[in-house]
């Protein structure tokens, strides 16, 4: 069954802290997503890959960046966490052809305090 | 700029009616329409994908269409089950692969 893997469940980090989000996923996926999930605002883009060591800004980047070390691996990278940066983070993969669904991991639930 | 919309925010039915969901968007130049289901606290599961060449797709008791020229897909459910439950989006692919949200439906089945 195809997977993809959130380090953590949940997450409390302090203001100011440099927190390390990871996702792996097992099914050869070329292109990975980090979303962020808030009520009333539903998923916004934070960035995406689209190939190894490869990144482009989604709609919301600012505050985050991310690594693609290898192409199973997406890392997002909150450089200077702030209270703003509390949410829901989602990891999700796809096939490059766009051709078949993105696939999620069960979240990140994230609290900066 | 592609907009998503879903109408009601929210439905409250009893078990075993038929019901529709609606997602509607303002540019009919889409890649696929994908409709996801989200349970409290977890990720989304994919439930059907429908390419811009295709006018429905079923998988079991879902039934997903798509009318590009009206900028509108729905998601019919069937014989609704109180385990259908949860939150669900749809999302319109661009030929950039990028999803285009919606800000979903919560679907509460009564049994």
């Known amino acids: 069954d195809v997977k993809v893997t959130q380090s953590s469940r949940y997450l409390v980090k302090r203001t100011g802290e440099k927190v390390f989000l990871e996702c792996v996923q097992d099914?050869?996926?070329?292109?990975m997503f980090w979303y962020r999930q808030d009520p009333g605002l539903g998923l916004r883009l934070i960035y995406f890959?689209?190939?190894?060591?490869?990144?482009e800004k989604g709609d919301i980047p600012e505050g985050y960046s991310v690594s693609r070390e290898k192409k199973e691996r997406f890392s997002l990278i909150l450089e200077s966490a702030s209270t703003n940066q509390t949410s829901m983070y989602l990891c999700?993969?796809?096939?490059?052809?766009?051709?078949?669904?993105?696939?999620f991991g069960d979240g990140t639930r994230l609290s900066i305090l | 700029k592609q907009e998503v919309t879903q109408i009601p925010a929210a439905l409250s039915v009893p078990e075993g009616e038929n019901l529709v969901l609606n997602c509607s968007f303002t540019d009919s130049a889409i890649y696929n329409l994908q409709w996801f289901r989200q349970d409290p606290g977890k990720g989304l599961t994919s439930l059907l994908l429908i390419q811009s060449s295709q006018r429905e797709q079923t998988s079991g008791r879902l039934n997903a269409s798509l009318d590009k020229s009206s900028g509108r897909s729905t998601l019919y459910i069937a014989a609704s089950q109180p385990g259908d439950s949860a939150t669900y989006l749809c999302?319109?692919?661009?030929?950039?692969?990028?999803?285009?949200w919606g800000a979903g439906t919560k679907l509460i089945i009564k049994p």
């Open positions: 099914m050869d996926h070329e292109n």
């Open positions: 999700a993969s796809s096939s490059r052809d766009g051709q078949r669904p993105q696939h």
């Open positions: 999302a319109v692919g661009g030929s950039n692969y990028q999803l285009i």
């Open positions: 890959s689209y190939d190894v060591k490869m990144k």
